[in-house]
């Protein structure tokens, strides 16, 4: 025979409504990064004759990072200038002389023809002009500056190291498994390593493609802008998953 108080254990029990399923937390490793960072080179050989910006420094798109000396092509397009305008002056010449039947459209032609040749001549040269001049394609900080003032750089020899210290995210390797439940536009929570401060960041993309060794996976998640954030720091993510009923 049942004992009364198990029978009003039993009783309690069936009359309790059923408590919802809790939700499972995940975790896994991640690092921030910089959507925009890039190491500079010149496209010149020349002196370099200025270095505004020191590592650490911030700089505004348009900015002079580095300077360099500009002289010997300052007058090579002088001198190309120059012979463009002899040779828009005879372009000129040899249409008139067209037009009163001295010459024929030949040498209009050739005169027309050396007339262009200056004239990309011409734009080659203050294209090598505007290269002096090393400035800031966006928003940022510099991260290392690899050159001294005064020193003579080659051409794609790297210059400056610079990063968007603004527009950061997150990369964080999963489970491939963890596809059954993840979706896009998931939030999760990131604990940094070297402060401890915690972010909250959602997902904004997963990898169309899971590594076939370690069947992980890689997402990328969108973090609002931070002073406690640095490229290149490390946390743990987490996410909170519903678990099945």
């Known amino acids: 025979m049942t004992p009364f108080w198990n029978k009003g254990?039993?009783?309690?029990?069936?009359?309790?409504?059923?408590?919802?399923?809790?939700?499972?937390?995940?975790?896994?490793?991640a690092v921030i990064n910089a959507w925009d960072r890039a190491v500079l080179s010149g496209e010149l050989a020349a002196r370099v004759t200025s270095l505004p910006?020191?590592?650490?420094?911030?700089?505004?798109?348009?900015e002079?990072?580095?300077?360099?000396?500009?002289a010997?092509?300052?007058?090579?397009?002088?001198?190309?200038?120059?012979?463009?305008?002899?040779?828009?002056?005879?372009?000129?010449?040899?249409?008139?002389?067209?037009?009163?039947?001295?010459?024929?459209?030949l040498d209009v032609a050739l005169a027309q023809s050396e007339y262009a040749q200056t004239q990309a001549e011409l734009n080659i040269a203050r294209i090598n002009t505007q290269r002096c001049q090393i400035k800031a394609p966006y928003d940022g900080k510099v991260v290392t500056v690899l050159v001294n003032q005064h020193e003579n750089i080659r051409q794609q020899q790297e210059l400056i190291e610079i990063v968007a210290d603004q527009?950061?995210?997150?990369?964080?390797?999963?489970?491939?498994?963890?596809?059954?439940?993840l979706r896009p536009?998931?939030?999760?929570?990131?604990?940094?390593?070297?402060?401890?401060?915690?972010?909250?960041?959602?997902?904004?993309?997963?990898?169309?493609?899971?590594d076939p060794v370690s069947q992980t996976l890689l997402l990328r998640a969108e973090l609002a802008p931070s002073a406690e954030l640095m490229p290149g720091?490390?946390?743990t993510a987490y996410f909170t998953a519903p678990s099945a009923e």
Do not use: H
């Open 9 to 29: 254990l039993l009783l309690t029990a069936l009359l309790l409504p059923a408590l919802p399923a809790q939700a499972e937390e995940y975790k896994a490793r």
């Open 53 to 62: 910006k020191r590592p650490g420094a911030s700089f505004k798109r348009g």
């Open 64 to 70: 002079l990072l580095v300077g360099l000396d500009c």
């Open 72 to 105: 010997l092509y300052e007058a090579q397009a002088s001198k190309v200038a120059a012979e463009n305008k002899a040779a828009g002056i005879k372009l000129d010449n040899a249409r008139q002389l067209n037009e009163l039947r001295s010459i024929g459209s």
């Open 167 to 181: 527009r950061l995210e997150a990369e964080v390797v999963v489970p491939a498994t963890w596809l059954s439940w």
């Open 185 to 210: 536009s998931a939030s999760l929570m990131l604990q940094i390593d070297e402060t401890g401060a915690r972010v909250e960041a959602s997902i904004i993309a997963v990898s169309p493609a899971i």
């Open 233 to 235: 720091m490390s946390a």
